[in-house]
């Protein structure tokens, strides 16, 4: 049996797997693809937008929203125009652009506001007008909660 660290893939070790090799040749291909055709953009549209595949004489790229999307429908003669001067985009005749939203959205945490003075003046003003003993409790413990 082998060592655990003599197990781990490496690049040296890309050789024994030819599948795995193909793959990776693969993988840098497209990323050198996908460079090439978002230099090719315009700067506004840049970021956001991503080189799907291109088979055929048809590039298709995604946009995160259908606002981008359109914007380069809109100027795609001028960006299969730029694209056609490298080499491996020579044949590009037709641009499909297909709308795909980020999967994640990172929200900002959410930031607690302090209870102003006046807030905690009118709770405890309906906690005096309430009836229920429970809710009257709970309504004075959240207006002593009051920024200073």
Do not use: Y
Not at 3 to 23: A, I
Not at 40 to 53: D, E, I, K, M, Q
Request: positive net charge; hydrophobic residues 35%.
């Amino acid at each position: 049996m082998k060592r655990k660290n003599e197990q781990r893939m490496t690049f040296d070790n890309l050789g024994r797997t030819p599948v795995l090799r193909e793959l990776v040749a693969k993988a840098n291909t497209h990323s050198m693809a996908e460079a090439q055709v978002i230099s090719s953009l315009p700067p506004a549209l840049a970021p956001g937008t991503r080189f799907v595949c291109c088979l055929e004489g048809e590039l298709t790229l995604s946009a995160e929203n259908a606002g981008k999307a359109s914007q380069i429908r809109f100027r795609q003669h001028e960006i299969m125009e730029k694209l056609r001067e490298n080499e491996l985009f020579r044949f590009v005749w037709k641009l499909k652009v297909k709308v795909v939203p980020p999967r994640f959205h990172e929200k900002p945490p959410a930031k607690k506001i302090p209870l102003s003075k006046e807030n905690a003046r009118l709770l405890q003003e309906e906690a005096g007008h309430t009836k229920d003993q429970k809710l009257r409790e709970v309504l004075e413990k959240l207006a002593s909660h009051v920024r200073d």
